[in-house]
């Protein structure tokens, strides 16, 4: 019932920038830790970024100093500012949630995944 659902990515030359955007939608009671993974051909999937409900994050140290994690809580919606873009950063990025709905304890969810790709 819950729904992720990624948007903000594309093609972009190193050195830009592009900005995620996850909407968590449906019978929502609380959403406590967001985050983002990515995931290359070839290669595990990792964690890029995460947020908690209070806003204490964590970064890859791949990440650090280049992309910045956020949230609205209003709008449960988390989002993921990338700068600095380097071909390495290309993979599918996945948005992810500890949600809580009523009636149920917490589960994880993960969004459909959205293409980012940087050209050298």
């Known amino acids: 019932q819950v729904q992720l659902v990624e948007s903000g990515g594309g093609l972009v030359q190193a050195g830009g920038s592009l900005r995620l955007s996850c909407a968590a939608s449906?019978?929502?009671?609380?959403?406590?830790?967001m985050g983002w993974y990515r995931q290359a051909p070839g290669k595990q999937r990792e964690l890029v970024a995460a947020i908690t409900n209070i806003g204490i994050t964590n970064y890859a140290d791949s990440a650090k100093g280049r992309f910045t994690i956020s949230r609205d809580n209003a709008k449960n919606t988390v989002y993921l500012q990338m700068n600095t873009l380097k071909p390495e950063d290309t993979a599918i990025y996945y948005c992810?949630?500890?949600?809580?709905?009523?009636?149920?304890?917490?589960?994880?969810?993960w969004g459909q995944g959205t293409q980012v790709t940087v050209s050298s």
């Open positions: 992810n949630a500890d949600i809580r709905t009523r009636g149920s304890w917490s589960d994880n969810y």
């Open positions: 449906g019978s929502i009671f609380s959403i406590n830790g």
